[in-house]
């Protein structure tokens, strides 16, 4: 990993201002350069006081992925599609992305996080977890012993897995769903908010209801 501070955030809504917030918080670890975003209206505008510089393209044009790190900054309501675009896209031209970690998150030492993981304040990762690239545990998400989360997933805001349970690739946890001990939840998966889990649920399904009826997803994955 490169060890500098200056990072660009990729979207300055409310996922990214949230990040934003998050980074300008940890000046020890972290210089923000500014924010990109593809609106052509938020170019040129301060949030917190920092630049939205330009787009993807100024972004790629004026830095190198030796100059800066990137922080995914696009977040996902059901569909993780897009964040997981701008991943790849931005990993296919060398840049690496950074941790967000909240200094108000609680996680285990003994649990391993990957690359541009986002943790986010009063999130709790117990014991064993392994975490996957460009995955969100949003705020007081709880994420209890030896679950493992695929990439590109987004655990909502207050959402709860109970211990040893997977969560494939790209899945979206709606907020405030629970989803009890040990079951696997597959790739490409809607769980809705509120929902209550109580069976395995297969790749590309909708989970939804207390408990929760499982259906087919019709959009793309
Ligand atoms: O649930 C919570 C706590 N937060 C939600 C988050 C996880 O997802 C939040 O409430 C939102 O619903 C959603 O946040 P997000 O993704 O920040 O959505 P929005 O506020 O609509 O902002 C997305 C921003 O990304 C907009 O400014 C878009 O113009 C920008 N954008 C979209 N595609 C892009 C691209 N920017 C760049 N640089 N590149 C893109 O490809």
Known sequence: MNDFRRVIIIGCGGHGRVLGDIVLSQPERFELVGF??????????????????????????????????????????????????????????GYEFCP??????????RS??????????????????????????????SVDHDCVIGNHSHIAPGATLSGLVSVGDG???????????????????????????VSDVPAGSIAMGVPARITARQVSI
């Open 171 to 197: 899945t979206h946890i709606g907020s405030g769903a629970t989803v009890i001990q040990g079951l696997r939840i597959g790739e490409g998966c809607l769980v809705a908010a509120g929902a209550v889990v």
């Open 36 to 93: 990109v975003d593809r609106n052509t209206d938020a170019i040129g505008s301060r949030i917190f006081g920092v630049s939205v510089l330009g787009d993807d393209g100024f972004l790629t044009r004026n830095f190198t992925p030796s100059d800066v790190r990137l922080i995914n900054g696009i977040g996902s309501v059901r569909d993780t599609t897009l964040r997981r675009k701008v991943f790849e896209m931005f990993k296919s031209l």
């Open 112 to 141: 391993v996080f990957g690359e541009g993981c986002q943790i986010i304040t009063g999130a709790v990762v117990q014991h064993g977890c392994d975490v996957g690239d460009n995955t969100i545990i949003n705020t007081s998400a």
């Open 100 to 109: 967000v970690i909240s200094n108000g998150a609680r996680l285990s030492k």
